[in-house]
């Protein structure tokens, strides 16, 4: 051990400090002279803990969890050594308050990922529609969850009467059966399962409210849909971006599956499935223009021959391609 000697700082320049009397301390207070034992058993599994918590890769699915989890279990570790080893009473506390709040996170994250359990009657919607685009389901579930709700219809009941229903209401995904959709007692084309019964109407009219059905649309078999309120949905899309463009996609190519129907009105729902394609502008507008010349013509044939004659050039462009489809 290195021992110096105190000298007064006060001893006047010229004069030898009288060493024999001087008084010997240490040179380091704090240093180590003897190392203490090594700790128990709990106190290095507690630090192995954090420290594989924390080596955990982002990359993984649930690192997450498995950090939080290693940490309320490092904690209540440190927690066992401080009470029956070292009888540190502020060890043990602070431990405490670490062991709560990593346990509350830890539950919270194993809730979040909990399986979330569609109804029966919507998971083929979610598959077919929801799921291929990486909708997640508890998502699906705050869509379908709250001012939704599914309504039935007998054969020959009418969803839609033209120049009757309003169309601000509500926006409906058929579920079961098949419905016809009409004009004056002409055909135009059906719709089956998974589909939208009235999109081109919400499309047209999100600018224009206080508009009427220009159509007649009558369920063909008994018929179960999913109904949202519009107005309710509409603002509920407005909180939830992604859900708001998955929407905008999935209208989008409904009004297109409509658009071929009309050109082949034999077109089927298996048939349907297979046009998966991104909807364009010219088809949203043509179904828009069947809907205006329609209604603009008082002469039902006339306003029909109308609509057939000016869709007739854009068509052959659209079911050229759709040939070749698989």
Avoid at 53 to 63: A, F, K, Q, S, Y
Avoid at 196 to 225: H, L
Avoid at 241 to 250: A, D, G, N
Wanted: overall charge neutral.
């Amino acid at each position: 051990m290195m021992d110096t000697t105190a000298v007064s700082p006060l001893t006047p320049l010229g004069v030898i400090p009288d060493l024999k009397n001087a008084t010997s301390v240490p040179f380091n207070e704090t240093a180590c002279e003897n190392w203490k034992e090594i700790h128990h058993l709990v106190f290095h599994v507690a630090n192995i803990c954090f420290a594989a918590g924390l080596v955990i890769p982002t990359t993984l699915n649930l690192h997450m969890i498995f950090l939080r989890g290693l940490l309320t279990v490092g904690c209540a570790l440190f927690i066992i050594w401080a009470t029956l080893y070292r009888c540190a009473l502020d060890i043990m506390i602070w431990n405490s308050v670490f062991l709560v709040v990593n346990l509350l996170h830890f539950i919270y994250l194993v809730y979040k990922r909990r399986p979330i359990k569609i109804e029966k009657e919507l998971s083929s919607l979610y598959k077919r529609m929801f799921e291929p685009l990486h909708v997640p389901p508890e998502l699906f579930q705050r869509l379908t969850g709250q001012f939704c709700n599914i309504q039935t219809l007998k054969t020959g009941q009418a969803y839609a009467a033209e120049d009757k229903t309003s169309v601000d209401d509500r926006l409906s995904i058929l579920l079961k059966g098949k419905m016809k959709v009409s004009y004056r007692g002409h055909f135009l084309h059906n719709i089956y399962p998974c589909a939208f019964i009235d999109s081109p109407e919400f499309r047209s009219t999100q600018m224009n409210r206080g508009e009427k059905f220009q159509v007649t649309i009558i369920a063909d078999d008994n018929c179960k849909f999913l109904c949202w309120s519009r107005e309710r949905l509409t603002y509920f899309l407005e909180t939830e971006p992604f859900l708001y463009e998955i929407f905008k996609y999935l209208i989008g190519k409904d009004i297109t599956n409509k658009l071929y129907s009309l050109n082949d009105p034999t077109l089927n729902d298996k048939a349907s499935k297979k046009i998966d394609r991104q909807p364009s502008l010219c088809s949203q507008l043509s179904v828009m223009q069947m809907r205006n010349s329609m209604a603009s013509t008082s002469d039902s044939e006339d306003g029909l021959q109308m609509f057939l004659r000016g869709t007739s050039s854009s068509s052959s462009l659209l079911t050229g391609p759709a040939e070749h489809l698989p």
